[in-house]
């Protein structure tokens, strides 16, 4: 079986406000992008894992990142287009045949724990397409463009869509080319695939596998990091019972 993780890295990180894009802004002692691929390396399941950044961050990742941090499964740079989806489909085009599964994980989600790779590597296995979710705990309104609520939605069947989505490659394959064929645009790889009718299998997530977006998740990651006790639980999956 062999499992290649992409690593999408290439936004710019306007929501963040910094002139660092996110992915090479630092926690603790290190760059969010080299601690989230540092779970890679200790995952037992995943062989390679290709990083996605941007044309003007490739030399810098190579040398600040991969080489610096001796991360030996990265074995490609890919670059990065001008939409997440974009620098995805060239992660999959840059894919060498013979690959079983296809992990995307986001490169601003340093809190993802080795077990939970590999554990949606044997769920893929079983169900082809799977997504690490958790229960939302906000009541969501659906909002009309003028600001006002439309719909108050039924809580208790929503659950905030996070990274790894893992799925068989030729689904995943198959998913970005009909998107293609049909201009379909999505925020995650799970709704591509959902689009082909093929069901995706949620599995139980964690509250702290945080995407570091605004200026108060990096409060938060690096309280994380300061706190590893806090952090270890706030990394266990949620039992969802
Ligand atoms: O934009 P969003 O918050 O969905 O970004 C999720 C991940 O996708 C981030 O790691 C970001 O760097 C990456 N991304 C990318 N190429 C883009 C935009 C976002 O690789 N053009």
């Known amino acids: 079986m062999r499992a290649v993780a992409l690593i999408p890295a290439a936004g710019m990180g306007k929501r963040m406000g910094t002139l660092i894009s996110k992915p090479f802004l630092s926690i603790g002692n290190r760059p969010i992008l080299a ?4 779970r890679f390396e200790e995952s037992s399941l995943i062989s390679e894992v290709y990083v996605i950044v941007s044309s003007k961050e490739e030399g810098h990742s190579r040398e600040d990142i991969v080489n610096k941090y ?9 670059i990065g287009g001008v939409e997440r989806q974009d620098s995805v489909k060239n992660g999959l085009d840059a894919i060498e045949p013979g ?4 992990m995307i994980h986001d490169g601003i989600r340093p809190f993802v724990t080795p077990q939970l790779i590999d554990e949606s590597i044997i769920e893929t296995q079983k169900h082809d397409a799977t ?3 958790v229960p939302v705990k906000e009541t969501v309104k659906r909002v009309s463009y003028y600001g006002e609520i ?3 939605l039924d809580r ?9 989505q ?12 009909n998107a293609v064929e049909n201009n379909l645009r999505g925020t995650d790889d799970s709704s591509l695939v959902e689009a082909l009718g093929i069901k995706v299998k949620i599995i139980a997530g964690s509250y702290g596998n945080i995407k570091i977006t605004t200026p108060e998740d990096l409060i938060l990651a690096k309280a994380f990091l300061e706190d590893n006790e806090h ?5 266990e999956p949620i039992n969802i019972g």
Do not use: G
């Open 131 to 133: 997504v690490v979710a």
């Open 166 to 177: 893992t799925f068989n490659y030729n689904i995943i394959i198959s998913a970005h080319k």
């Open 70 to 78: 001796n991360l030996k499964k990265v074995t490609k740079i890919v």
């Open 35 to 38: 601690e989230t691929l540092l």
């Open 150 to 152: 439309l719909e108050t």
């Open 156 to 164: 208790n069947r929503l659950w905030l869509a996070q990274t790894p």
């Open 231 to 235: 952090m270890v639980s706030a990394c």
């Open 99 to 102: 690959c079983d599964i296809v």
